[in-house]
């Protein structure tokens, strides 16, 4: 039984991971298509979203399966449960790479609209936390995973920033009121795939140690 769980324990790690790779992809191509400008890629972004929730599906079933047939217990069960949570946190990322991937080709359709330095700051953290928190799934690496959790503070700080700014412009500019609510849509939605990453470094956290961080300061 021992050696069965150890192979299906390393083939649901590989699923969560493939699905990690599709996620992490679909995020870095959401924003390179809001840098550039590029509808094309946005759409091919959307198009992609499916394949994302199939996965998804398929990592549920397999850890629906594991608690069914084998009964984990201690690591083995932490290591289900936390696969189960992270599954649909990176669904969720999906989403939001589709979501920025829509507001793009809204973009692309409208009058050209200087986006905020800071959301290429919160672009690159976010995708920063996204390969971190993944590698510390790979790895088990509880340290890499605390390290996200600060990490996510840098967001935060940068959404605020874009946020006056975003106000700051529809004061000043009313006239492109759709375009800065756009921009600012895109700039909450990196500020969640931030989240998400946060709440997988969590859950490796709970996975390795057994210790649940929610709702605790990263401090």
Same mark, same amino acid.
């Given at each position: 039984m021992t050696r069965h769980i150890e192979r299906q324990i390393e083939h649901l790690k590989q699923k969560i991971l493939l699905l990690g790779t599709l996620v992490e992809e679909a995020i870095s191509k959401s924003i390179t298509a809001l840098i550039n400008r590029d509808a094309s890629l946005a759409q091919r972004v959307m198009a992609n979203d499916? =394949?994302?929730?199939?996965? =998804?599906? =398929?990592v549920e079933e397999e850890c629906l399966k594991m608690l069914a047939l084998y009964q984990p217990v201690a690591a083995d069960l932490r290591f289900v449960v936390a696969a189960?949570?992270?599954?649909?946190?990176? =669904?969720r990322m999906g989403d939001l790479a589709k979501n920025i991937a829509k507001r793009v080709s809204q973009l692309c359709n409208g009058e050209p609209c200087e986006l905020p330095p800071e959301i290429r700051t919160m672009a690159m953290k976010s995708q920063e936390m996204v390969k971190h928190c993944l590698d510390a799934v790979v790895n088990a690496d509880p340290s890499l995973a605390?390290?996200?959790r600060e990490e996510d503070d840098a967001v935060d700080e940068a959404r605020g920033h874009i946020?006056?700014?975003i106000l700051q412009g529809i004061k000043s500019q009313p006239e492109k009121l759709e375009t800065l609510l756009r921009i600012n849509s895109v700039s909450k939605h990196i500020e969640r795939i931030a989240d998400m990453a946060t709440n997988i470094a969590e859950d490796v956290i709970y996975m390795v140690e057994g210790d649940i961080v929610r709702h605790r300061s990263s401090d």
């Open positions: 499916d =394949e994302i929730d199939r996965m =998804e599906v =398929e189960l949570k992270i599954n649909n946190d990176l =669904e605390r390290q996200v946020r006056r700014k």
